[in-house]
């Protein structure tokens, strides 16, 4: 979406392509606290923003899913599920998607999805109310998890968080902040390896790494927060992708292919915040206008 404010900004007729909601992961946090110049904001409200500031400036949204990418030098074809769009120049800012327990461990693959909405949920903001008062568990160790546990604990009667290591990938603020919390507890150094219940979710089986042992844990609402898996691979015909799936493309968000650009969590990165995409956002979109012109 920034992509798309910086590419109308620049003279060029804009369009998104999007599956299924704007925003992306940012969507779904509760409260981004380190974006510049914004205190406090919901990741919903500051999608909307970006969505209503994008179709101010005359940009326009299509809901679609984007099947492939075709380059035919000075144009290129972009195919959707409604239909071939052709434009001069396309950047690629496919994000990533959760990863779920089932990626990580076949045997918890049909537990797992039977029981997603009657227990499991990757979205502590969509469905956390459903748990006011009640026990959950969050798998990760990341700024999802730790924000979502935040968030949890301030509903719910108890909160477990549930990591493979015993030092935190997120925030260390918001890692104190939970610590100091009467009802939420680290269990470290643990994976989840079992998931418990037949119509709804009733608990997991957790199994400690350093000591092997196992313990099942009672709770109503699994959050799974282990971090995404980029979705590449319908693309790899214009770009390169490395062994993670992440598309080959530094700050300039070039990629192998003139004219098509990557920006944010979809390319090779150091940083993946929400700074980082929108900065990639303008960087590409420039960089596509710049191509436009060239064109010429
Ligand atoms: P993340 O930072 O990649 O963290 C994923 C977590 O899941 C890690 O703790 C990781 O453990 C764990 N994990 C991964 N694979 C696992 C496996 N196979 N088994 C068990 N645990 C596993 O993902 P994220 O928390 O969703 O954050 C994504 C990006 O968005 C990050 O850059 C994050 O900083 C950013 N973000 C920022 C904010 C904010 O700024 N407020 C909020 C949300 C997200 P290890 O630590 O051991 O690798």
């Not at 990938?169 to 104190?176: D, E, F, H, L, Y």
């Not at 319908?234 to 992440?246: A, C, F, L, M, S």
Request: aromatic share 8%.
């Amino acid at each position: 979406m920034t992509a798309a404010i910086y590419g109308q900004r620049a003279g060029k007729t804009t369009l998104m392509i999007e599956e299924l909601s704007y925003g992306g992961q940012i969507i779904n946090t509760p409260d981004i606290e380190n974006y510049p110049g914004l205190m406090h904001v919901s990741g919903f409200d500051y999608s909307t923003k970006l969505y209503e500031q994008a179709l101010e400036l005359g940009a326009k949204f299509m809901f679609a899913q984007a099947v492939s990418v075709e380059d035919k030098g000075s144009f290129k074809i972009v195919r959707t599920s409604e239909g071939d769009i052709e434009a001069k120049s396309v950047i690629l800012a496919t994000g990533a998607k959760n990863r779920t327990l089932g990626m990580v461990s076949a045997e918890l693959a049909g537990p797992e999805s039977g029981l997603v909405g009657k227990g499991v949920s990757y979205c502590a903001t969509c469905d956390g109310m459903f748990y006011r008062g009640k026990v959950t568990a969050i798998a990760g160790g990341g700024n999802t998890a730790l924000d979502d546990a935040l968030f949890l604990s301030n509903i719910c009667s108890k909160v477990y968080v549930i990591h493979r290591r015993d030092e935190f990938r997120g925030s260390p603020v918001t890692a104190q902040k939970l610590a100091a919390k009467e009802n939420v507890e680290f269990v470290l150094n643990s994976n989840v390896t079992g998931i418990i219940g037949e119509e709804k979710l009733t608990g997991v089986e957790v199994t400690n790494k350093l000591s092997g042992e196992k313990r099942i844990i009672e709770t109503d609402g699994l959050f799974v927060a282990m971090g995404q898996v980029p979705d590449n691979s319908r693309y790899t015909n214009v770009v390169d992708i490395d062994d993670k799936g992440y598309i080959f493309a530094g700050e300039t968000c070039t990629t192998k292919t003139p004219g098509i650009f990557a920006a944010g969590d979809c390319r090779t990165k150091e940083v993946r915040q929400l700074t980082t995409a929108a900065s990639d956002g303008a960087v590409a979109a420039l960089a596509a206008a710049a191509y436009i012109e060239s064109l010429n």
